[in-house]
């Protein structure tokens, strides 16, 4: 059947709706991808800068072995980040000993506990800790916790792995509760329901069936702290002490990856070697914050698709 | 089963208490302010098949939930009245929740095993109820395990998958194994809300079956939609209009003769 030439003028009719909703495509979709391109990009641009020295002057051993960070020697400049990257593992570590527990707890008396005004103004108070800018935790690690663990624990120095490990721990909870709270959410309330029409009492039901369900959510909450603290700088910067040190206790000052970076790029000569090895460590905490991140992602994917 | 004739007679002169499952008196319930139960006198027998019909909206659900109180679950229900489960009054302040629904367990509409492995799921109430479960040997779990799973004509299909997640299995299988869940506490009622309307008709089939296989060794108490369930899969029948009970009598004799215009209309298909 052919369409005669009135139905396909009735069929065809481009009006200003038909070419709003183009625009409107094309905005939505450019808005859509930016994100992707600028995340390309900003790996470019650390990779770009920094990959003529893992070329050049690269040494991979030193670098991963040696804690000798000392770019700025005259004589011998060394490049071993394994100090840095201890450093930014320990405090991250203790952070999360900290933060795992406050934040699973708030997460579950938000999600099963708290009702009605409770629960609505603890989730606005939690949004707004998470809000807090990070140079105010930092602040916070340097004037109050630094005196008192001086005081508490008599050591020399309170700026340390403690102090940094306690501080990012605070910082990274609000965050890990609010997407512990949406996994909790996410669990079906059929299972509680289920679980309780057969006689489940309350801690009965969230440990033995909200939890085991929503574990995957509570892991990526988890990861995505890490990859927080991997990634947080100035409180860090603040509250760590900032010297080069393999830490042995949590009354050791330890030095960021970040940190090092937030210190010393402002220094050096752009394009030396220095410099470049600063985007070396670039590019190795972009590569571990998104590997975290990924994982994170994978495993949320993990309990749709189950 | 399909077109089951039920040979007893049932007197509906007034029952002994003895053979009494569920007793209600004057029970009226609201959500808020909303009240949708009105002086609900009913007296269930014990070992019977009783189903709850009625429009949508006729309160049929609301007491089927008042039954193990699980209508509390949602913070804003009021109930005044009695209920009394194998002549125990469930709602006096003494009356533990737990013990109330270790008593009377529920099928839901939608198949909701919880998400963990099929052995879990048969397990799960009676680890809770029984303080023993700790002890008991591996063997004897399996042993509860299989005996439930076997009553509800299950155990061949699920044998060797016991392990496998509860999610996984068919809706009808999903359905058995949440009727098989409660039968390791022994219960004394099983209260069924729609059971068959997540299934289709051959899930439905084989789940009518099964509940009708097991009256007699328990009280069930079947909320349906679909007259002809009720007509095949019950032997006595309630009639719920607004809240309100308008009928109560031997399935057969509902079907047949029944008392009220209303019941008829219904029956007939006119409304709801």
Same mark, same amino acid.
């Given at each position: 059947?052919?369409?005669?030439?009135?139905?396909?003028?009735?069929? *065809?009719?481009?009006?200003? *709706?038909?070419?709003? *909703?183009?625009?409107?495509?094309?905005?939505?979709?450019?808005?859509?991808?930016?994100?992707?391109? $600028?995340?390309?990009?900003?790996?470019?641009?650390?990779?770009?800068?920094?990959?003529? $020295?893992?070329?050049?002057?690269?040494?991979?051993?030193?670098? @991963?072995?040696?804690?000798?960070?000392?770019?700025?020697?005259?004589?011998?400049?060394?490049?071993?980040?394994?100090?840095?990257?201890?450093?930014?593992?320990?405090?991250?570590?203790?952070?999360?000993?900290?933060?795992?527990?406050?934040?699973?707890?708030?997460?579950?008396?938000?999600?099963?506990?708290?009702?009605?005004?409770?629960?609505?103004?603890?989730?606005?108070?939690?949004?707004?800790?998470?809000?807090?800018?990070?140079?105010?935790?930092?602040?916070?690690?340097?004037?109050?916790?630094?005196?008192?663990?001086?005081?508490? @624990?008599?050591?020399?120095?309170?700026?340390?792995?403690?102090?940094?490990?306690?501080?990012?721990?605070?910082?990274?909870?609000?965050?890990?509760?609010?997407?512990? #709270?949406?996994?909790?959410?996410?669990?079906?309330?059929?299972?509680?329901?289920?679980? #309780?029409?057969?006689?489940?009492?309350?801690?009965?039901?969230?440990?033995?069936?909200?939890?085991?369900?929503?574990?995957?959510?509570?892991?990526?909450?988890?990861?995505?702290?890490?990859?927080?603290?991997?990634?947080?700088?100035?409180?860090?910067?603040?509250?760590?002490?900032?010297?080069?040190?393999?830490?042995?206790?949590?009354?050791?000052?330890?030095?960021?990856?970040?940190?090092?970076?937030?210190?010393?790029?402002?220094?050096?000569?752009?394009?030396?070697?220095?410099?470049?090895?600063?985007?070396?460590?670039?590019? @190795?905490?972009?590569?571990?914050?998104?590997?975290?991140?990924?994982?994170? *992602?994978?495993?949320?994917?993990?309990?749709?698709?189950? | 089963?399909?077109?089951?004739?039920?040979?007893?007679?049932?007197?509906?002169?007034?029952?002994?208490?003895?053979?009494?499952?569920?007793?209600?008196?004057?029970?009226?319930?609201?959500?808020?302010?909303?009240?949708?139960?009105?002086?609900?006198?009913?007296?269930?027998?014990?070992?019977?098949?009783?189903?709850?019909?009625?429009?949508?909206?006729?309160?049929?659900?609301?007491?089927?939930?008042?039954?193990?109180?699980?209508?509390?679950?949602?913070?804003?229900?009021?109930?005044?009245?009695?209920?009394?489960?194998?002549?125990?009054?469930?709602?006096?302040?003494?009356?533990?929740?737990?013990?109330?629904?270790?008593?009377?367990?529920?099928?839901?509409?939608?198949?909701?095993?919880?998400?963990?492995?099929? /052995?879990?799921?048969?397990?799960?109430?009676?680890?809770?109820?029984?303080?023993?479960?700790?002890?008991?040997?591996?063997?004897?779990?399996?042993?509860?395990?299989?005996?439930?799973?076997?009553?509800?004509?299950?155990?061949?299909?699920?044998?060797?998958?016991?392990?496998?997640? !509860?999610?996984?299995?068919?809706?009808?299988?999903?359905?058995?194994?949440?009727?098989?869940?409660?039968?390791?506490?022994?219960?004394?009622?099983?209260?069924?809300?729609?059971?068959?309307? !997540?299934?289709?008709?051959?899930?439905?089939? !084989?789940?009518?079956?099964?509940?009708?296989?097991?009256?007699?060794?328990?009280?069930?108490?079947?909320?349906?939609?679909?007259?002809?369930?009720? /007509? /095949?899969?019950?032997?006595?029948?309630?009639?719920?209009?607004?809240?309100?009970?308008?009928?109560?009598?031997?399935?057969?004799?509902?079907?047949?003769?029944?008392?009220?215009?209303?019941?008829?209309?219904?029956?007939?298909?006119?409304?709801?």
């Amino acid at each position: 059947m052919r369409a005669s030439p009135a139905d396909q003028t009735i069929l *065809d009719r481009r009006n200003l *709706d038909w070419y709003i *909703d183009k625009v409107v495509q094309v905005l939505v979709f450019v808005g859509g991808i930016s994100a992707i391109i $600028f995340i390309i990009g900003i790996f470019v641009f650390i990779t770009r800068e920094g990959i003529g $020295f893992i070329f050049s002057s690269w040494d991979p051993i030193e670098f @991963f072995t040696s804690p000798r960070w000392a770019p700025t020697s005259s004589h011998n400049p060394t490049y071993g980040a394994l100090a840095l990257i201890l450093g930014t593992a320990s405090v991250t570590g203790l952070a999360m000993i900290v933060a795992v527990p406050f934040s699973l707890g708030a997460a579950i008396y938000i999600g099963e506990f708290a009702s009605g005004k409770t629960r609505e103004s603890l989730k606005v108070l939690v949004e707004l800790l998470a809000a807090i800018p990070s140079v105010v935790w930092g602040f916070i690690g340097l004037s109050i916790l630094n005196p008192l663990i001086i005081q508490w @624990f008599n050591v020399p120095i309170g700026l340390n792995v403690l102090n940094a490990g306690v501080i990012l721990g605070l910082m990274a909870a609000p965050i890990m509760t609010t997407i512990a #709270e949406d996994a909790l959410k996410a669990v079906p309330d059929t299972y509680r329901e289920a679980a #309780e029409a057969m006689g489940a009492a309350r801690w009965q039901v969230i440990f033995k069936v909200v939890l085991p369900a929503a574990k995957p959510g509570l892991l990526a909450a988890v990861l995505l702290g890490v990859g927080r603290g991997f990634g947080e700088t100035m409180a860090v910067l603040m509250a760590s002490g900032h010297s080069i040190n393999i830490p042995t206790s949590i009354f050791d000052s330890v030095r960021a990856l970040t940190a090092t970076i937030a210190a010393e790029l402002g220094e050096t000569a752009h394009g030396s070697d220095h410099y470049q090895a600063l985007f070396v460590l670039g590019i @190795f905490l972009f590569l571990i914050t998104f590997l975290i991140n990924l994982t994170a *992602d994978l495993v949320v994917r993990g309990i749709r698709n189950r | 089963m399909a077109n089951a004739i039920h040979p007893e007679e049932f007197g509906l002169s007034k029952p002994e208490p003895a053979q009494l499952a569920i007793e209600t008196h004057d029970l009226n319930l609201w959500y808020g302010t909303f009240q949708a139960l009105f002086d609900v006198d009913l007296m269930i027998k014990r070992g019977r098949i009783t189903g709850l019909i009625g429009p949508s909206g006729c309160g049929k659900s609301t007491y089927l939930r008042t039954i193990n109180r699980i209508n509390e679950r949602l913070g804003y229900v009021r109930t005044t009245g009695s209920i009394e489960v194998m002549g125990q009054n469930i709602l006096a302040p003494e009356v533990e929740l737990v013990q109330v629904r270790k008593q009377v367990g529920m099928v839901f509409q939608r198949p909701n095993p919880l998400p963990l492995s099929i /052995r879990e799921n048969v397990i799960f109430g009676y680890k809770i109820h029984e303080p023993e479960a700790r002890r008991l040997t591996r063997n004897q779990r399996d042993e509860i395990v299989e005996k439930a799973l076997r009553e509800v004509l299950l155990w061949d299909t699920v044998k060797d998958r016991l392990d496998s997640p !509860a999610t996984a299995l068919s809706l009808e299988e999903q359905q058995k194994l949440c009727i098989a869940r409660l039968l390791p506490v022994k219960p004394s009622v099983l209260l069924m809300d729609e059971p068959c309307s !997540a299934l289709d008709p051959k899930g439905t089939e !084989a789940v009518e079956e099964l509940i009708w296989e097991l009256r007699g060794e328990y009280t069930i108490l079947i909320v349906t939609h679909n007259m002809a369930q009720a /007509r /095949r899969a019950s032997e006595e029948c309630i009639f719920m209009l607004l809240g309100k009970v308008v009928e109560h009598s031997s399935t057969d004799d509902m079907f047949v003769t029944p008392k009220s215009q209303e019941t008829a209309d219904y029956i007939e298909g006119r409304y709801g």
